[in-house]
């Protein structure tokens, strides 16, 4: 467990952490709070790493665990030192929102009283259910169609560090049978866990198998944190509705990719807003690298990407040439982020993921 405890603080917390400094360096009028990037980054750790691995062994493949593993932690090192003069601003806000939550002793007595019935409605929930998740849930092995092929090509992917096994169908090297629907992010999250293992010579999936319920508490972050900004009586019922649903209720109880690949979805439906209100560079930018990484996810994203764009450019409030130029830099975006994946798997794979079934 505390091995686990490391590879979610590194790839969830720091990695995002990092990204989320550099967002914070290129917002610099302010028309987005660092809480609100740091929310939003959250998700963006395991996605990117999963997308520097895909580069990797599309273009370097055949190398050591070790070689990769540096390679990755260069790479955040060069982000995070480009970021670096916003860490001191991101802790800053931080605090300050921290103070501002809990005004304890500034407020009259029923302040304190609602806010006292607001952190249990909240904290107690949770912190039973987590207690319940890592003694009985998590342990539990990888079970299940979906999840469990998703996990086997993630460890094929480790085992030959090239994509091979995606683009040939019949890899006969392991026996494995793929067929190439859905680009490779949410295996890629075993193989990077792969590689952690090989670093410290042992066998686990914890983190792995984490990721659904992990992305499901995202989910239900973004939808409070955005509500809450007009009621937060109304966000914690808006919560208590989702979880009342018992397809998203399980999405805690279960592994699957469903609650990965919403949330990426959803964050960029929410910088589609921001980038037809606010026209900023920032929210242009996560708006198409949420698309893109929903794209890598599953191929529903390839379609809802494509709807996006096409609902961008005509709600957009500006003059012909400049809906195409943004129009064309989301798309490259999208491109870069994932969705390059389904252009390179018509070339070299077997194009399965155009066909409706």
């Not at 917002?27 to 790493?49: C, I, Q, R, Y």
């Not at 860490?87 to 800053?92: A, E, G, N, P, R």
């Not at 239900?220 to 955005?226: A, D, E, H, S, V």
Request: aromatic share 18%; hydrophobic share 55%; net charge positive.
């Amino acid at each position: 467990m505390i091995l686990f405890a490391f590879k979610f603080a590194i790839t969830n917390i720091l990695f995002s952490v990092i990204l989320c400094s550099l967002l914070v360096r290129f917002n610099k009028d302010d028309k987005h709070s660092n809480s609100e990037l740091l929310l939003h980054s959250l998700g963006l750790g395991p996605a990117f790493t999963t997308l520097l691995l895909y580069y990797f062994f599309l273009l370097i493949p055949h190398r050591s665990d070790l070689f990769c593993l540096l390679l990755i932690m260069a790479i955040y090192f060069l982000i995070a030192a480009g970021g670096r003069k916003s860490f001191k601003s991101l802790y800053k806000e931080i605090i300050n929102s921290i103070k501002k939550a809990f005004p304890v002793f500034k407020k009259p007595i029923y302040y304190r009283i609602e806010l006292v019935v607001l952190i249990s409605l909240i904290f107690v929930p949770l912190t039973l259910y987590l207690s319940v998740y890592f003694a009985k849930i998590l342990p539990q092995p990888l079970i299940g169609h979906d999840i469990l092929g998703y996990g086997i090509m993630g460890r094929i992917i480790f085992e030959e560090k090239s994509l091979a096994p995606i683009w040939i169908e019949n890899f006969a090297s392991s026996g494995f049978l793929y067929r190439s629907l859905h680009a490779p992010s949410f295996s890629l999250l075993l193989t990077w866990e792969e590689f952690l293992n090989s670093f410290f010579q042992v066998k686990s999936d914890l983190y792995f198998k984490s990721i659904s319920s992990y992305y499901g508490l995202l989910i239900l972050g973004t939808q409070y944190y955005w509500i809450a900004k007009k009621n937060k009586w109304l966000a914690v019922l808006a919560a208590i509705a989702l979880l009342s649903g018992l397809a998203f209720f399980l999405v805690f109880f279960s592994r699957q990719i469903d609650s990965y690949r919403i949330l990426l979805f959803s964050i960029s439906w929410i910088y589609l807003a921001h980038a037809v209100k606010k026209k900023d560079f920032v929210s242009l930018l996560m708006f198409g690298v949420f698309s893109g990484f929903a794209a890598f996810a599953h191929r529903i994203g390839v379609v809802l990407a494509l709807i996006t764009c096409i609902v961008f450019f005509i709600i957009l409030d500006a003059n012909f040439k400049t809906r195409v130029i943004r129009t064309a830099i989301v798309i490259m975006l999208i491109v870069a982020f994932g969705g390059s994946h389904y252009i390179f798997d018509i070339i070299w794979g077997s194009g399965d993921w155009l066909k409706l079934k």
